[in-house]
Every structure is written in C-alpha cells, then in structure tokens.
C-alpha cells in the first residue's frame, strides 16, 4: 500500500527552471528519509538528492547548487526544485524512501532540450 505520486515534469529549455512534485501515502512518512532518484534510458537509477526525517539534506555532486530537494510532513509531499537544467538532467524522476525502494511510482518525465 506504498504509493508515490511523481508529477510536475515536462519539456525545458537549457537554463529553465521545474518544480516536481510527490504524494506519498501508505507509510509514515514524517519518520522517514525519503529521496528524489532519476534513470535515465540505458543508465542505472541514481540517487539524486535525500531530505532526512528532520529535513537535513545531501545531494549528488552533479546537481549540488542547481536542485533544491524539501517536504511537507503535514501534506505528506516531497519536492523537488530544479534551477539551471542542463540537457545531462533528462530522466525520469522518481520519489522513493531511502531506507528500501519496496516498490516505485510512475514517475515524471523531465526533459531538457532546446
């Protein structure tokens, strides 16, 4: 009964901007680190960025200054915002727990091309 909601993704320029957004349920989710992944076609999923149970957060060297990863505890919503896109950003982004990936949503597509 885990369920992610993955929404917000769509087509930017180089440079442009996009605010992802996640609905989680089916977990406690206040308690939890939770984490923003991405896969690309023919590449592995990666962890992107992680926001603790107290909102400390970490993220991957190639996104550190440009993505900015937040929740809402009383909503139950993960974020994600991305600033600078780069063409490298095109993936799908997933929302998923830190602890285990039991299992994934949909995901958004986000693509970045001019």
């Known amino acids: 009964q885990v369920q992610f909601v993955e929404s917000g993704g769509g087509l930017v320029q180089p440079g442009g901007s996009l605010r992802l957004s996640c609905a989680a349920s089916?977990?406690?989710?206040?308690?939890?680190?939770m984490g923003w992944y991405r896969q690309a076609p023919g590449k592995q999923r990666e962890l992107v960025a992680s926001?603790?149970?107290?909102?400390?957060?970490n993220y991957e060297n190639s996104v550190k200054g440009r993505f900015t990863i937040s929740r809402d505890n009383v909503k139950k919503m993960l974020y994600l915002q991305m600033n600078s896109l780069k063409p490298d950003d095109t993936a799908v982004y997933y929302c998923?727990?830190?602890?285990?990936?039991?299992?994934w949503g949909q995901g958004t597509q986000v693509t970045v091309s001019s």
């Open positions: 926001i603790s149970s107290a909102s400390s957060t």
């Open positions: 089916g977990f406690f989710f206040r308690g939890l680190n």
């Open positions: 998923n727990l830190i602890i285990n990936q039991n299992s």
